[in-house]
C-alpha cells in the first residue's frame, strides 16, 4: 500500500499517476489498440486532482471529452478506462464509447461528452436533483473556457443562480479552444461574468499546484453544503499536446514551444521529479496491468451495439 508523507505528496502522487497512464496511451497510439480519439489532459492534471480531493461518497462530476484526468481523479478503474479506450467489453461504457464519454457513476464521475458544453446542464440538473431529494451532495460542473461560449452554459448560470443550487462551475482554463486564444474568441472576463449572475467568483492563477486548486474548491464546497447557492471557480492551466492526438502541434504556429517551457517551468510533476521517484515503479506495473487486461478483454458482441441506446 502506497503511503504518503502528507497530502500535497498524495495529490502529487495522483497526478503523477495520470501523466504515466496519459504518456503511456500516447506511447502505444500509434500501434492502432486505441479505437478512439484522445484529447489529452497532460499538463492539467492538477485541476483534476485538486477539484476532486475535497469531494465525499454521494457527490457528483460531470466532465469533458478531455476527463481522462478527472475519471482517475474520482477514482474510476484505470483497467476499465483503457479497456474503453481498446474499445472492448470490459471496458467502463461496454467499449462503445471511447475516450470522450468516460462514465463511472459508482465513483461519482458522472459521465463526459464531445459535444463541447453539453454536460453543464446536466450538472445543472443534479444538483437540482440533490437539493430537491435533500441529499446534501453537491455536483462539479467541469469545462474548458471555450465552453463558456455555449449559449447554454449562461442558462445554467442563469438558472443555478436562481435556483440557488449545490453546483460548482470550475473551468479548465487553457487558454485555448482548438487552435484559438481566448482573447481572439472573448470579449467577457470570466469571473466578472458569473458575478454578473450573483455567483461568488475565484480564480486560481496556479492550476499546476494540486493544493491551490484544492483550497478553492474545499471553500466553495463548504458554502455549497451549506446552501450558500452555486460557486465559479477558474483555474489557469496548460495543455501540453496537442487540441486531440498524442502530438505537440508547435508546427501549426498558433503557440511555441516557449509558451510550454514557461508553463512546465512550475510543473511540479517535473521539478519535484526526484522526490517523486519512489512511486514511479508502482504506477508503471499498474499501467502495464491495465493494459494487458485491455488487450485481453473480448471485444463487444454484435447484440451489444443497440445495447443502452434507445
Ligand atoms: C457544440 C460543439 N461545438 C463545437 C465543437 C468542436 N470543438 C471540439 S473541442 C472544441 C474547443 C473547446 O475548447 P474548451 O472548451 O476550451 O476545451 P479544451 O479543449 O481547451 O479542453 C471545439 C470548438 C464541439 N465538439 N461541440
Ligand atoms: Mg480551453
Known amino acids: 500500500m502506497t503511503t504518503f508523507a502528507d497530502e500535497r505528496e498524495r495529490l502529487l502522487y495522483q497526478a503523477l499517476r495520470i501523466r504515466r497512464v496519459e504518456e503511456h496511451i500516447a506511447r502505444i497510439y500509434p500501434s492502432d489498440c486505441i479505437q478512439s480519439p484522445v484529447h489529452l489532459s497532460l499538463g492539467q492534471e492538477a485541476v483534476a486532482v485538486g477539484a476532486c480531493a475535497p469531494l465525499r461518497a454521494g457527490d457528483r462530476v460531470f ?36 475516450s470522450m464519454h468516460l462514465t463511472a457513476p459508482e465513483v461519482g464521475f458522472m459521465g463526459s461528452s464531445a459535444v463541447v458544453a453539453s454536460t453543464i446542464p446536466n450538472a445543472v440538473g443534479a444538483a437540482l436533483a440533490a437539493q430537491r431529494l435533500g441529499t446534501g ?24 443562480a436562481l435556483h440557488r443550487l449545490p453546483v460548482l462551475f470550475l473551468c479548465e482554463n487553457n487558454g485555448l479552444a482548438v487552435h484559438s486564444h481566448r482573447a481572439s474568441r472573448q470579449s467577457y472576463d470570466l469571473m466578472h461574468h458569473a458575478r454578473g449572475f450573483g455567483i461568488t467568483a475565484e480564480h486560481c492563477a496556479s492550476g499546476f ?43 501549426v504556429g498558433y503557440r511555441s514551444p516557449a509558451d510550454c517551457a514557461a508553463w512546465r517551468a512550475h510543473d511540479p510533476l517535473i521539478l519535484e521529479a526526484a522526490r517523486l521517484e519512489r512511486f514511479e515503479a508502482a504506477i508503471a506495473a499498474e499501467i502495464a496491468d491495465a493494459v494487458t487486461f485491455a488487450a485481453a478483454s473480448p471485444w463487444p458482441e454484435p447484440d451489444a451495439l443497440l445495447r443502452d441506446v434507445a
Open 63 to 98: 466532465g469533458t471529452y478531455r476527463s481522462h484526468a478527472f475519471y482517475l481523479a474520482c477514482g474510476g478503474s484505470l483497467r476499465e478506462m483503457m479497456a474503453e479506450l481498446f474499445g472492448k467489453a470490459t471496458g467502463c461504457a461496454g467499449g462503445k464509447a471511447g
Open 137 to 160: 451532495a453537491i455536483t462539479l460542473a467541469v469545462f474548458g473556457d471555450g465552453a463558456t461560449e455555449e449559449g447554454v452554459y449562461h442558462e445554467s448560470l442563469n438558472f443555478a
Open 209 to 251: 499546484d494540486p493544493m491551490a486548486v484544492r483550497a478553492l474548491v474545499e471553500m466553495a464546497a463548504q458554502a455549497l453544503r451549506a446552501g450558500a447557492g452555486p460557486r465559479f471557480i477558474e483555474c489557469a492551466t496548460y495543455r501540453y499536446a496537442e487540441h486531440v492526438g498524442i502530438g505537440d502541434d508547435h508546427d
